[in-house]
T-cell receptor
Framework: NAGVTQTPKFRVLKTGQSMTLLCAQDMNHEYMYWYRQDPGMGLRLIHYSVGEGTTAKGEVPDGYNVSRLKKQNFLLGLESAAPSQTSVYFC?????????????FGPGTRLLVL | GQNIDQPTEMTATEGAIVQINCTYQ??????LFWYQQHAGEAPTFLSYNVLDGLEEKGRFSSFLSRSKGYSYLLLKELQMKDSASYLC????????????FGTGTKLQVIP
């Protein structure tokens, strides 16, 4: 049981390049989330998914797209990377939307955009 | 809107007790989480409070006062491994688990 995994762990991009971050969970969770974490700021929600085939915008969705084609995977795409997207990206999942459901986080992807 | 305040940094001595405070103003309240995050790692769950009062779990306890918009995390018998950031996070109504995170309190435990 690996929990939540993320690939890659670290990536350097040039401005304008594109990339996809992969999140996978093996806990059969319905809900998945993408956050970014920046110094001096809390984790901020980018996009989330309430089930296979569904996605929705979070607090800071601009410049990102997501897809949830399989229940266990949640992809985050950057079509044209910008230096402002330099951050640590965390994926999380939860079994349901219950208010006391714990979110389980992946180890993070560190992205540097030059 | 959502606003969560925590101290940025704290230092405490090994074996001592430390209290990390969190105040919040949010539109709607469905509970409050505390997460622990070691440097370079993922946040991990510590506690969840939805009712007023103290919840104790081993060396860690969490307190909530909904009327005051206030919570604290109490760590007893501090160990060096407790050096980490502690994130306060409030759950609001939203159709999904809408969680707003504070900026975190970086705790350094010194010998």
């Amino acid at each position: 049981n690996a929990g939540v995994t993320q690939t890659p762990k670290f990536r350097v991009l040039k401005t304008g390049q594109s990339m996809t971050l992969l999140c996978a969970q093996d806990m059969n969770h319905e809900y998945m989330y993408w956050y970014r974490q920046d110094p001096g700021m809390g984790l901020r929600l980018i996009h989330y998914s309430v089930g296979e085939g569904t996605t929705a915008k979070g607090e800071v969705p601009d410049g990102y797209n997501v897809s949830r084609l399989k229940k266990q995977n949640f992809l985050l795409g950057l079509e044209s990377a910008a230096p402002s997207q330099t951050s640590v990206y965390f994926c999380a999942s939860s079994y349901s939307s219950g208010v006391q459901e714990t979110q389980y986080f992946g180890p993070g992807t560190r992205l540097l955009v030059l | 809107g959502q606003n969560i305040d925590q101290p940025t940094e704290m230092t405490a001595t090994e074996g001592a007790i430390v209290q990390i405070n969190c105040t919040y103003q949010t539109s709607g309240f469905n509970g409050l989480f505390w997460y622990q995050q070691h440097a370079g790692e993922a946040p991990t769950f510590l506690s969840y409070n939805v009712l007023d009062g103290l919840e104790e779990k081993g060396r860690f306890s969490s307190f909530l006062s909904r009327s005051k918009g206030y919570s604290y995390l109490l760590l007893k018998e501090l160990q060096m491994k407790d050096s980490a950031s502690y994130l306060c996070a409030v759950v609001s109504p939203g159709g999904y688990q809408k969680v707003t995170f504070g900026t975190g309190t970086k705790l350094q435990v010194i010998p």
